[in-house]
């Protein structure tokens, strides 16, 4: 299984977008958030792609793009007021659903800390009820920091870090 990742083209865009509402859909219909990524279009992806606070990646099995992985590097995110140089914030990584649970996000969390070369630290959050998501961030170095933060009643983020 060859994973590889590069940094996000604008052609790839309305790929991704797709990718990014199948990924997500299943979430937005536990929790009805707002905030889903499944709920945003080609624009959302796109716009960030020219961004200095992102850096966007395509992931890759084999020549096939199967997901994309966002960080953010500059301004605030639930947990933090404001990044500081060196810290990262990992917005989302999503997989094409019939492709996940394949280690394929592992890889490619660990394939970008090459690519964030300035990177001291890196943030992450998610559903805290989210069993796999936590396995899969512990498995590349990812810990708790205890912190929590309640969305809405049935959805509470739980904040990992992980310190490069």
């Given amino acids: 299984m060859n994973i590889t990742i590069r940094v996000t083209k604008e052609n790839e ?9 199948d990924a997500f859909l ?42 994309g992985i966002l960080y ?31 280690r394929i996000a592992q890889i490619a969390i660990l394939l970008c800390e090459k690519e964030l070369s300035d990177a001291k630290s890196l943030l992450v959050d998610f559903p805290e009820d ?13 810990t708790d920091t205890g912190k929590r933060l309640t969305v809405q009643p049935n959805l509470v983020l739980a904040c990992y870090e992980k310190f490069l």
């Avoid at 998501?133 to 590349?140: A, L």
Wanted: proline share 4%; glycine share 8%; aromatic share 14%.
């Fill in 72 to 102: 953010k590097c500059k301004g605030r995110t639930p947990f933090v007021d404001g990044l500081e140089d060196g810290q990262y914030y990992l917005q989302r990584v999503y997989i094409k659903p019939e492709k996940q649970c394949k």
């Fill in 26 to 67: 299943p979430l937005y219909e536990k929790y009805h958030d707002e905030g889903n990524p499944c709920l945003r279009g080609v624009e959302d992806v796109a716009n960030r792609l020219n961004s200095d606070y992102f850096r966007y990646f395509t992931i890759f099995l084999e020549t096939e793009i199967v997901g």
């Fill in 130 to 142: 989210l069993i796999k998501n936590k396995r899969c961030y512990e498995k590349v170095g990812f």
């Fill in 13 to 21: 865009a309305l790929e991704l977008s797709n990718i990014q509402k």
